[in-house]
Structure formats: C-alpha cells, structure tokens
C-alpha cells in the first residue's frame, strides 16, 4: 500500500509542476512564481504571497485548484491558509510567525517595496519618487518618475525593418511620437510574439523622451504591481496624480493586466489622459475584444482609438530583417558576411518573427567566429536545423479557429463565447474547443478563457465528446478534417 508523504517542499514542487502544465508559462509566471510554501500544521499547508492582490486573486479563482492538487499529494490536507508575507520577515520562515501586513503607521509607509521587489521596481523608478512619498507630489520633471520600465537605447525608428506586414503601425507609431495634435488615443497595437509590438513601443518613448514630453513607458504587470503598491503604502493618491499628469502613458503585454479593482484605475487614468488631450499607446498579444479578462468598459474605450494589427512578416521582410541584423552584426565583426544564398535559405525557412530570425543570425555569428568557419548553405543547415522546420504547417491561432468554425457553421463568433446552449450553437463551439486543443498548445484553462471564460472541464468535456463522436460518425470525421485544412492553409 502506498503511503503519501507528509506535506513539504518536494511536494509543493509537484503541485507548482502540475500548475504550470495546466495553466500555462505565462498564467503560471504571473500569479504562482512568488508563491512560497512557509510549512504545514494539522493538516493546514501554509502558502505565502508578496502583496495583498495576488492573495485576493489566488483565493478567488485557484483556491479550489489548489486545493485539488494538494489533495493528490496527501489525502490529509483539508486546508490552505494564504498569507502576505511581512516586510521584515527572513525567508524562509522559522519559528516566527509572519509579520503584520504593512498598512499604516510611520515605518510602514515603505515596506511594500521592500518585499522580494518582484517587478524591479527599485531599478529603474524609485518607488519614493513615483508614489510621491512623504514629501507630498512627486517631482514630474524628475526623469527618475517618468521612466518607468526601463527602455532599450536599441529600439528606435532607424533600426525597425519596414515591410507590409507593419508600414501602418509604424506609420502610426511615427505620428504619435511625433507629438502635435492628437489623432490616434489610444493607439493600439496588436501582434503575436516576436513581431516588433515592444520594439514600436519603445521607440516611441525613446523619441518623444528625447523631444522632452513626459513619458511613463510600463508593462501591465508593472502597472498592476505599482498600483497595489501604492494602495499599501497608503499613497494612491499620489500614484494617480503622477499617471495623469504625464503627456504619454505607454503600457505593453496587456493581456497581464489582471484584477478588478487595477483594471477600474487603469480605466479612470484612460479617460482622464484621453479627455485631457495626453496621448496612450497600448500594446497586447490581440485585439481589444479578444482580452476576455478585461472589464467591458476597458475593452471598449481600447477599441475607440485605432487598432492595428501586424501580421507576419512575408518573405521579402523577413530577407530585408535578416540582411538589417547582418551589418549591424558586421559593426562588430568586419569580416562577418553571410552568402546571399544562405540568407535567402534562413529568410525562407525561419518565418515566425523577426526574433527568431535575429536568434539564427547569431548562431552563425557564433559559430563563425568560434570555429573560424566561413558561413555557407551546408553550415547554416546543421547549426539552424533544430530551429528551422520545412514541413512545419504555420502557427494556427485560437482567433482563425472561431474565424473558420463561425463562417462554416454559419454562427457568429459571439454565439460561439455566449452561454447560449442551443444544439446549433453547442456542436460548432465544442468543435472549435476541440480544433483549439489540438492546433494550438493553448492549455485547456485558457482555452476556456478565450471561449467566453468557461471553465477548463467544460474543454475537455468538448474534447472528448468531439473525439468520441468523430470515431462513430464518418461525416463528423471528413468535416473535421476539411477544418483542419482550411486551418492549415
């Protein structure tokens, strides 16, 4: 007979393991990577959490999930107890018990920064000066406040490779940069990984910083983290003076922005920016009314600007991107070339994103000068052939599932996120799960995000009837497989 051992950090490993693999990287990294196991009691496990929110959001939406796993791990676990772990505090904890949550008092004001500094607010903000601190409003001429993130010198206008695929964003981007009169709020740009979002991002900052407009470049989790925060130290107040009284407000990877409350300021600050004249770009991995974790009245006013998306960049791009990496290479290596035949095989072969094509171009840098090899057709195929993929079909993304299944089902894709349970709805909905779960590698939690925040056993419910009926019907089967091919296409 198996016996389960006593709770302890081999175990929470297994549990975080299992939380990654059902969740994702991303949802992982965001709401578990800081979560500590500080010990368990009568079967009571102990977690801890940098802040207040995250607490409030594990509890609200994994606290079941967590609980399940535990109770894979040992049968005697009837309870989580979640904690905010103190300023002082050494980690891991002994025999002390946590400190009480900083909220108010004199040697209070700063200890919410001082905890584990999850998002480096320290490095390039100081959180004094951003929060306002003690000596009142902050001082908005201070570059320190309105740096936010730091910005890559790298990413300007003259190094953006231009192509089809993004002459409007960067048209766009050049306009809003440009200050004058605001046409464009907010601007969003929308693209998968890789494609040059963060790259436009920053150049605009870079650009209207250097024209001397005050500028707060942040990611969403920055924003999420900064305001908590300030809700902590008791200086929101201050927080929300400092957004609003700046001429460009840049936020990347909004799909991290999470939380009711930090999407409701986040909303307030678009207004106020947007009704006072002062420009916002937003950048995310889709479009506007694809975040189905945002709050309606965020999703709206995002889509109100102009949104443009930037598609893959075609061949004649990727050539023109990989030639662009080539001579900046060449600044440091005089000698470093590449055949014209070698850059036509990686500009055909590697298309998902310029950051997979600059990644190629440096394992030949690499191997050229480590080996003193000269770059040709025969060492390019062996160094790149784990990343380059011929047969590979492209990236299906969630988005062309609903797309494809909407228009051969003749529903539209609100049918396919709404509750509605009629047969003509359900059969395409389970089917474009189904199509989802084995063209992306999407999990199954986020699956069900993306079709109308439905919970993960519904996916796989979908999954597995789609499966069972296929093996049964031959005409479900051949329906299928012309989805797939028109997916694929």
Not at 38 to 47: F, I, M, P, Q, S
Not at 70 to 80: T, V, Y
Not at 253 to 277: P, R, S, W, Y
Not at 386 to 414: C, G, M
């Amino acid at each position: 007979m198996h016996v389960q051992e006593a709770p302890g950090p081999e175990q929470w490993d297994r549990v975080k393991k299992r939380l990654r693999a059902e969740l994702g990287e991303d949802v992982f990294t965001s709401w578990f990577a800081r979560v500590d196991m500080e010990g368990h009691t009568n079967g009571t496990v102990r977690l801890s959490v940098p802040t207040r929110f995250l607490k409030q959001w594990i509890q609200s939406h994994y606290s079941e999930r967590l609980m399940g796993l535990w109770k894979n791990e040992c049968d005697d676990i009837h309870k989580i107890e979640l904690t905010v772990r103190g300023a002082v505090r050494p980690r891991p904890a002994a025999a002390k018990p946590a400190a009480r949550p900083a909220m108010g008092g004199k040697s209070a004001d700063m200890r919410p920064i001082q905890v584990n500094d999850p998002v480096g607010l320290r490095a390039a903000s100081p959180m004094p000066a951003m929060m306002g601190g003690r000596g009142g409003r902050s001082d908005l001429s201070s570059k320190d406040v309105l740096e936010g993130a730091s910005l890559d010198p790298k990413y300007v206008f003259d190094s953006f490779v231009e192509g089809e695929s993004n002459v409007l964003a960067l048209a766009a981007a050049k306009q809003v940069a440009g200050g004058g009169s605001v046409t464009f709020n907010p601007l969003y740009l929308h693209a998968s990984v890789g494609l040059g979002k963060t790259h436009l991002m920053q150049a605009i900052a870079n650009q209207a910083r250097m024209a001397g407009r005050r500028v707060l470049y942040l990611t969403a989790e920055h924003f999420m983290y900064r305001f908590v925060a300030a809700l902590q130290a008791q200086s929101a107040m201050s927080f929300k003076e400092t957004l609003r009284s700046i001429d460009l407000l840049l936020i990347d990877d909004m799909q991290f922005l999470h939380g009711k409350q930090v999407q409701q300021e986040f909303c307030h600050t678009l207004n106020a920016l947007i009704d006072g004249a002062r420009q916002v770009v937003v950048a995310a991995d889709r479009a506007p009314a694809e975040l189905e974790s945002l709050d309606d009245r965020v999703r709206s006013r995002l889509a109100g600007g102009l949104v443009v998306n930037i598609s893959e960049p075609d061949f004649q791009l990727r050539r023109a991107i990989i030639e662009d990496r080539m001579r900046a290479q060449q600044r440091s290596y005089p000698n470093f070339t590449v055949p014209d035949a070698v850059l036509d095989y990686v500009a055909r072969n590697v298309t998902s994103s310029g950051r997979d094509l600059e990644g190629a171009l440096n394992r030949l840098v690499a191997h050229n000068q480590l080996t003193n090899s000269p770059v040709t057709l025969e060492m390019a195929e062996i160094t790149l052939r784990d990343l380059i993929r011929a047969a590979e079909p492209r990236r299906v993304k969630i988005e062309d599932i609903q797309r494809v299944v909407s228009k051969h089902y003749n529903v539209t894709k609100a049918d396919l996120l709404s509750a509605r349970r009629t047969r003509t709805i359900v059969r395409p909905r389970q089917i474009a799960m189904y199509l989802a779960k084995m063209m992306t590698p999407r999990s199954l939690p986020e699956i069900g995000r993306r079709f109308g925040n439905r919970d993960h056993t519904t996916v796989l419910h979908a999954v597995r009837k789609i499966e069972e009926l296929s093996k049964a019907d031959n005409g479900l089967a051949q329906e299928l497989e012309l989805l797939k091919r028109m997916l694929d296409a």
